[in-house]
């Protein structure tokens, strides 16, 4: 059984190395500022999860893949010096340029020395993984400065020596020593989440909701009033899809601050985040077909600035009991007064969106208590879910609010603009 418990022993160093980009990849998205680089981030963690997943479903069936999920202390180690990068595009370039294409080696090493019957179903799985880490690569390579400023070398030599050190994740190269005067990051300092989250070149604010025609893009009463012109609902609905990019930036931040999570937890909340970046691209997509320019929307940073402020099971709690049980009614009603329009694709858009909300909420069922313990909650659920509430509202008054408009109101989209633009179309 030699043979296969090495191909067990390396699908579980492979399984271990994946499920470290789920942990820890989340930190970049809400440091890097391009609307498409955070959903392609998002997107490969997800797929991270998936070979994570599958690798875990077939290494089980193997002798030696071994029972538990955890992860050596040496891979964490690795992984959490990667996030220590000062800045989201150097962390980017140590990621991508390093720790990703380790992988790939690693997978390729694989598929080139298993025995292609005898373990034909791990060799599918690592092929498809192959074209999927291939893929990633070309999808980021035109976020990758070129030349890379000497800060981004220095620190993806860095890392790679550190990569070097393992001789590669499955060992199939002779190990290096870390060269002299090598020194962990990590041994010195902790990883924060900044207090605030990158949007790039976009206007910013606090919020794009307000109940002023000409303060705002969404203003509240004119959602639910049946006079309102349905073509002004939809552009509506849409900036509020774009907004979710709040709970892509958010929900990021929860994976790194639950080390302890069982796999199971993260895979989910791998796709409850890749779920939040197609919402938002739904807007993102559709705002220009209509006429909008997106310079004019202002991306609000509110939830992003009061939930970094609280732990991550009382964001995951906001999120999911408050913020998503909560949108269903004005969505229904939304969603009915766009049907009148016959616009097939927006129809389409709003219904995956319902959808998926509705599994994010019974995630939040089946999680809240676990992401609860794992931070030695021990109150009841609701008890637990009232006070953070509560405790979302005082921080609300004085972290929310204070992000001023980015530009002024003859230049930004508000609810009076969108009914010019309707009107004019
Ligand atoms: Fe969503
Ligand atoms: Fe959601």
Same mark, same amino acid.
């Given at each position: *059984?030699?043979?296969?418990?090495?191909?067990?022993?390396?699908?579980?160093?492979?399984?271990? @190395?994946?499920?470290?980009?789920?942990?820890?990849? #989340?930190?970049? %998205?809400?440091? @890097?500022?391009e609307p498409e680089l955070k959903y392609l981030l998002c997107q490969h963690v997800w797929e991270a999860a998936g070979h994570a997943r599958f690798l875990r479903e077939r290494g089980r069936e193997l002798s030696g893949f071994g029972a538990g999920e955890e992860v050596s202390a040496e891979l964490r180690r690795l992984f959490d010096e990667a996030v220590l990068a000062d800045d989201g595009y150097v962390a980017?370039?140590?990621?991508?340029?390093?720790?990703?294409?380790?992988?790939?080696?690693?997978?390729?090493?694989?598929?080139?020395?298993?025995? #292609?019957?005898a373990d034909w179903p791990s060799r599918k799985l690592v092929e498809e993984f192959i074209r999927d880490e291939e893929r990633h690569a070309r999808e980021i390579a035109g976020y990758l400065t070129v030349p890379l400023p000497r800060a981004t070398h220095a620190w993806c030599d860095h890392l790679g020596a550190a990569v070097s050190a393992f001789g590669g994740f499955l060992g199939e190269r002779p190990s290096?020593?870390?060269? #002299?005067?090598?020194?962990?990051? &990590?041994?010195?300092?902790?990883? =924060?989440?900044?207090?605030?989250?990158?949007?790039?070149?976009?206007?910013?604010?606090?919020?794009?909701?307000?109940?002023?025609?000409?303060?705002?893009?969404?203003?509240?009463?004119?959602?639910?009033?049946?006079?309102?012109?349905?073509?002004? &609902?939809? &552009?509506?609905?849409?900036?509020?899809?774009?907004?979710?990019?709040? =709970?892509?930036?958010?929900?990021?931040?929860?994976?790194?601050?639950? $080390?302890?999570?069982?796999?199971?937890?993260?895979?989910?909340?791998?796709?409850?985040?890749?779920?939040?970046?197609?919402?938002?691209?739904?807007?993102?997509?559709?705002? $220009?077909?209509?006429?909008?320019?997106? *310079?004019?929307?202002?991306?609000?940073?509110?939830?992003?600035?009061?939930?970094?402020? *609280?732990? $991550?099971?009382?964001?995951?709690?906001? *999120?999911?009991?408050?913020?998503?049980?909560?949108?269903? $009614?004005?969505?229904?009603?939304?969603?009915?007064?766009?049907?009148?329009?016959?616009?097939?694709?927006?129809?389409?858009?709003?219904?995956?969106?319902?959808?998926?909300?509705?599994?994010?909420?019974?995630?939040?069922?089946?999680?809240?208590?676990?992401?609860?313990?794992?931070?030695?909650?021990?109150?009841?659920?609701?008890?637990?879910?009232?006070?953070?509430?509560?405790?979302?509202?005082?921080? =609300?008054?004085?972290?929310?609010?204070?992000?001023?408009?980015?530009?002024? #109101?003859?230049?930004?989209?508000?609810?009076?603009? %969108?009914?010019?633009?309707?009107?004019?179309?």
């Open positions: *059984m030699a043979a296969v418990q090495e191909m067990a022993r390396w699908q579980r160093l492979l399984f271990e @190395v994946e499920r470290e980009f789920v942990r820890t990849l #989340p930190t970049l %998205i809400y440091r @890097v500022g980017l370039a140590g990621f991508y340029s390093v720790l990703k294409p380790a992988l790939l080696r690693a997978y390729r090493h694989y598929v080139a020395t298993t025995e #292609p019957l290096a020593s870390l060269p #002299p005067g090598f020194a962990w990051e &990590i041994e010195r300092r902790k990883y =924060a989440h900044p207090l605030t989250c990158n949007r790039g070149v976009y206007p910013t604010c606090s919020s794009v909701f307000s109940h002023d025609p000409k303060e705002t893009p969404i203003v509240r009463p004119w959602l639910v009033d049946p006079a309102t012109d349905a073509r002004v &609902i939809r &552009i509506m609905v849409y900036v509020w899809l774009m907004m979710e990019m709040d =709970a892509v930036d958010y929900l990021a931040t929860v994976f790194y601050d639950t $080390p302890g999570a069982p796999f199971d937890l993260h895979h989910d909340l791998a796709r409850h985040l890749w779920d939040e970046s197609r919402h938002s691209q739904f807007g993102f997509r559709q705002l $220009p077909r209509l006429g909008v320019d997106l *310079m004019t929307v202002e991306h609000s940073l509110d939830l992003y600035h009061i939930l970094v402020r *609280m732990a $991550p099971h009382e964001r995951y709690a906001m *999120m999911t009991m408050e913020f998503e049980a909560g949108s269903f $009614p004005t969505k229904a009603t939304v969603m009915d007064r766009v049907r009148e329009l016959n616009d097939f694709e927006a129809d389409t858009l709003l219904a995956f969106d319902r959808n998926d909300e509705q599994n994010h909420v019974r995630y939040g069922h089946r999680w809240l208590p676990e992401i609860m313990a794992l931070a030695g909650e021990t109150r009841p659920v609701d008890e637990f879910v009232r006070a953070t509430q509560e405790k979302f509202t005082e921080l =609300a008054a004085r972290h929310g609010g204070q992000t001023p408009h980015g530009l002024p #109101p003859e230049r930004r989209l508000t609810g009076e603009k %969108i009914l010019r633009l309707v009107a004019n179309a």
